[in-house]
C-alpha cells in the first residue's frame, strides 16, 4: 500500500508529520534514487526510501517517554553544534526518538519523546487543541481584572490569544504562583503574556500534557509511559476538538 512519504517518515521517528514535510521540501527525501516532491506517495514495502542518502527504516517498536527538562536543557534536537544539551541527551534507548511540542531554554516540566510520528502530529497540530497546563511564577500579585484578561485573551503579533484558565495557586513573599492551561501554544506566549499585563514571569513548569501527567519525576529524570497512559494519550487524539459554533448545531439565520 502506497502512503504519503510523511507519514512514512514519521512512522519511522524521524519526526512529526509536518516536520518530516519539511524534510521533502529540503530535497533531502529520495525514493528510488530520484529526489521526492511534497505529496509524492510511496510503498515502503517495495520502494527504496532513503533521508540524506540513508536508507529509511520502518517497522520498529513504538516508544513513548515522559522526561521532567530542567532548564538550560533545548527542547529540541538542537543546531548541531554541540554548544548546549538538549532533551535527547538525557535519554539512553536505541531507538531514534523525537520531542512532541517544545519549551523554551529557561522553563521546565514534561516533555514527551517519542518515535510515533502519527501521535506527534495529532498532540501538536493546533486543530485538535490540546490542553497543556503550566505552573507560572510571576513577580507581585496579579489582581482578578489582571487574571480576567488573561483568561479572555490578548494580542500578541496582532492576534489574540484563544481563551485560557488562569487560577492563583499561592503566594510566595513577592512572587504568585499561577495555574495556565492553554489550547495552543506560539512561541514564549505565557513569558510575553505575564510581561504584557506587568508580571514578569521567573518560572514555567510543564505539568500536564492532555492526560498525560509529570507526576513525581525529578528534574532530568524519564520513565517509559505505562500501557494505561499510552491508551489514555491515543483515545485523546481520535478526533479533533471541535468549535463552540460547529457543536452548536446549524447556524441560525
Not at 61 to 71: I, T
Request: proline share 5%; net charge positive.
Amino acid at each position: 500500500m502506497e502512503e504519503r512519504l510523511q507519514k512514512i517518515l514519521a512512522r519511522a521517528g524521524h519526526g512529526s508529520r509536518r516536520s518530516c514535510e519539511d524534510l521533502v521540501r529540503q530535497g533531502r527525501v529520495a525514493v528510488n534514487g530520484r529526489t521526492a516532491q511534497l505529496g509524492q506517495k510511496a510503498d515502503p514495502h517495495r520502494d527504496n526510501i532513503t533521508l540524506d542518502g540513508k536508507p529509511v527504516q520502518t517497522g520498529g517498536p513504538l516508544v513513548y517517554v515522559a522526561l521532567h527538562k530542567p532548564r538550560g536543557i533545548l527542547s529540541d534536537e538542537g543546531d548541531g553544534s554541540g554548544r548546549l544539551s538538549t532533551v535527547l541527551d538525557l535519554v539512553s534507548l536505541p531507538e531514534r526518538l523525537f520531542p512532541v511540542g517544545r519549551l523554551d531554554l529557561r522553563s521546565e516540566g514534561l516533555i514527551l519523546l517519542t518515535n510515533d510520528g502519527d501521535m506527534a502530529y495529532r498532540l501538536t497540530h493546533p486543530r485538535f487543541a490540546h490542553e497543556k497546563e503550566y505552573h507560572v511564577l510571576v513577580e507581585g500579585e496579579p489582581d482578578e481584572a489582571t487574571l480576567s484578561k488573561w483568561r479572555r485573551g490578548v494580542f500578541l503579533d496582532g492576534r489574540r490569544t484563544a481563551p485560557a484558565i488562569v487560577s492563583t495557586l499561592r503566594r510566595e513573599e513577592a512572587y504568585t504562583w499561577l495555574r495556565v492551561v492553554l489550547r495552543e501554544g506560539r512561541k514564549r506566549q505565557i513569558r510575553r503574556v505575564g510581561a504584557m499585563l506587568g508580571y514578569p514571569v521567573h518560572r514555567v513548569i510543564r505539568m500536564r500534557i492532555g492526560p498525560l501527567r509529570l507526576g513525581n519525576l525529578k528534574l532530568g529524570q524519564w520513565r517509559k509511559l505505562t500501557g494505561a497512559e499510552v491508551s489514555a494519550l491515543r483515545s485523546s487524539v481520535r478526533k479533533p476538538r471541535q468549535s463552540k459554533k460547529r457543536r452548536g448545531g446549524k447556524k441560525r439565520r
